[in-house]
Nanobody, 119 residues
Framework: QVQLVESGGGLVQAGGSLRLSCAAS????????MGWFRQAPGKEREFVAG????????VYKDSVKGRFTISRDNAKNTVYLQMNSLKPEDTAVYYC????????????WGQGTQVTVSS
């Protein structure tokens, strides 16, 4: 069983930056593909970014490419999401998720952290 705990959310003005962290425990972190998702009020949860077990492969939602960077530190069992040039439409609850390398779906989810971008 993997436990995920996000941190780093908050209120920021448009154009600002935030760095989200997700600390994992209870599993072999390097065996998991990690992802960040977000859910805005009244909208479905959507994929934001993902990173392979070794960090060598990343994927992003088109609207965050060039502004967000996902990274991981397997020694610290932590995945990060650096968010720059934030826009009001980035406002959402951000969730960290883990997918085992042998699985096809994300199995473990964090509780979420609120990101609010003011205009």
């Amino acid at each position: 069983q993997v436990q995920l705990v996000e941190s780093g959310g908050g209120l920021v003005q448009a154009g600002g930056s935030l760095r989200l962290s997700c600390a994992a425990s209870g599993g072999t972190f390097s065996s998991y593909f990690m992802g960040w998702f977000r859910q805005a009020p009244g909208k479905e949860r959507e994929f934001v970014a993902g990173i392979s077990w070794g960090g060598g492969s990343t994927v992003y939602k088109d609207s965050v490419k060039g502004r967000f960077t996902i990274s991981r530190d397997n020694a610290k069992n932590t995945v990060y999401l650096q968010m720059n040039s934030l826009k009001p439409e980035d406002t959402a609850v951000y969730y960290c998720a883990a997918r085992h390398n042998t699985a096809t779906a994300y199995t473990y989810w964090g509780q979420g952290t609120q990101v609010t971008v003011s205009s």
